[in-house]
């Protein structure tokens, strides 16, 4: 039987332990707070990220990282994106010669303008090949429900990146994989700003025909990026491009939404956290995409006027007039 590790006992490494138990693994998840980890020993529940999923038996949970690491084939990282470094310089030298590090991370790390497989490979030591990025449309609560679902699994390693598809395929979850990991990480990172946006006009009171917009020139903005940092264009209508962007966007479950919509209510970033509480990994995300774009000399608009509405404390209203008033162009 593979033996995973989940360190990260939030939302998404919650539903992951479901899915890779209910594939077949014996999964150890690591959680900071003990509470947490004696209800998922002891409840098999999460109650405060999952209160509806009851875990399978094949799931148990410490607070000790470096024993859950210890002998893991598969261990996955679901820690927010900006602690994830500090957190590796901890774990690292428990992870085995040969585990497969798993990123279900969404984000761009602040100041190095790093992807998290990037960070990863950096802070664990270990080649870009044993580093897979699972990817795509999937809210947490809706996979911990088993609705039906796909994500993608990337690898520059195909025999890996099917390792790890096999290891998380169930009767609700459908993985394909792809050896595009630039374009898939992008994806997941971009469409989490592109989200805040969507959530911002939905609170402004626009209808169907903005949130298209704001939807359809994301995709386009994130592409161009991506393509500018090596990634194939195609990636970018799939999954973990098109596929993750709809999701979240459409969704209430959405945490960037959900902030947009605050910050469209004219919410400061504080009360915003203060509502919110989970991670939204846009709010920090937009810093590092926008540096990323301007060094590579790609315009992104929309990921532009969400970093001054988060960190400059611009208006919303006056965003949405700066995006409207720009030069018109081909499309
Ligand atoms: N929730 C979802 O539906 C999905 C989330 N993701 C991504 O997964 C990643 C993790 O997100 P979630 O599990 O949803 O977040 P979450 O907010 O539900 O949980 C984050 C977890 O990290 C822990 N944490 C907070 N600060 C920490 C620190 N300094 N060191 C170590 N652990 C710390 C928290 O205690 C919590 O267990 C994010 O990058 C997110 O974008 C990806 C797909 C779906
Ligand atoms: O990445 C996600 C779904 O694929 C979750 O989005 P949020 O982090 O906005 O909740």
Redesign the pocket.
Known sequence: MTRAAV?????????FAKILADAGCDVTVW???PA?AAAIREQRTNPD?LPALKLPPGVTATTDARAAIRGAELVVL????Q?LR??LADWSSAIGPDATLIS????IELGTTKR?SQVIAEAAHVPDHRVVVV??P????E?AAEQPAATVVACPDTTRAEQVQKAITTRYLRPYTNDDVIGCELG?AVK?VIALAYGMATALGFGDNTRAMVITRGLAETARLGVALGADPLTFAGLAGLGDLVGTCSSP???NRTFGEHLGRGETIEQAQAAT???A?GVKSCLAIRDLAHRHGVEMPITEQVERVCHEGLDPRIAVGALMGRSVKPE
């Open positions: 360190l990260g006992a939030g939302s998404w490494g919650t539903a959680a900071r707070r947490v990220y679901a820690v927010p994106s602690t500090g957190n279900l991370m969404k984000g998290m990817s795509g999937n809210l947490a609560a996979i997941g989490n479950l959405s945490r509480r989970q991670t990994e």
